[in-house]
C-alpha cells in the first residue's frame, strides 16, 4: 500500500492556524489534499495531527485523520521523520502492509500532482530510500554575507569575492513539498540529506516555503500569477 501522510499539528507560532487558514478561498490544507487524490498515488491520505479542527476540515476535503498525533510528537521540536515513521507504525499496527510514504507538507499550495506521480516513479526505479522536492538558490551561496555586530558587512566565504558568479557550483535546497520514502526508511528514520536519496528538482517559480506572514504575502503574489498564467 502506499500512503500520503500530511502533517499538521495545531500549535504554529509565527501564523497562527495556518494549516487551516484560507488561502485563495480554501483552507491552506486543502491544497495539500487535493495534489495527493488528484495524482492518483496513494491509497490512503492520512492527516497526522493533534487538533480536532485540524482533522474535521481534512475530512471534509477527503483525508483521513484516524487518530490524534501524541502530545510528545506534537510540540516545536519534533522533527518530521518520528512524526511520519509514527503514522507509518500506526498503520502496521493496523495490519496495514505499507511499502512506501509521501510526507506531503500541509503549506504546500504549489504541490502538483505531476510531481508527485514522477517522483513515485523516480523511487521506484532508483531503489533509493528517498527522493524529495528541491530547488535551486537564486545567488551563489559561496558570495553569502552575514552582518557583524557592529552593523557592517563580512563574506562567509572572503576568497570567493573575486569569482565570478558562473564559475561557481550550483546549490540547491528543501523545497518544503513532499518527501517520498520506503515505508522501511522511514520507520528506521534514516537520514533524508544522505547518498541514499535523490533529488526531484523543481523551478524556483514553483517553490515557496511558508512559515512567517512575509512568507504567506509573497506566496499569495506568486499563487496569483501562476493562476493568471494557466
Known sequence: MRLAVIPARGGSKRIPR???????GRPMIAWSIEAARDSGCFDRIIVSTDDDEI?????????EAPFRRPAALSDDYT??????????????QASVDVSSVCCIYA??????????????NTLEKQGC????????????IQRAIR??????????HPENFAVRSQDLEEAYHDAGQFYWGTASAWLEQRPIYSSGTVPFILPRYRVQD???LEDWERAELMFST?????
Not at 552582518?147 to 562567509?156: I, N, P
Open 147 to 156: 552582518l557583524t555586530s557592529s552593523g557592517r558587512v563580512e563574506m562567509f
Open 55 to 63: 482533522a474535521s476540515v481534512a475530512e471534509a476535503q477527503g483525508a
Open 79 to 92: 522533527g518530521t521523520s518520528s512524526v511520519i515513521a509514527h503514522a507509518t507504525a500506526w498503520c502496521k
Open 226 to 230: 501562476l493562476v493568471g498564467r494557466r
Open 210 to 212: 511558508i512559515d512567517t
Open 129 to 140: 530510500d528517498f527522493v524529495f522536492s528541491v530547488t535551486s538558490y537564486a545567488f551563489p
Open 18 to 24: 495556518k494549516n487551516v487558514r484560507p488561502f485563495f
Open 107 to 120: 503549506t504546500a499550495p504549489f504541490i502538483q500532482a505531476q510531481d508527485l506521480r514522477d517522483a513515485y
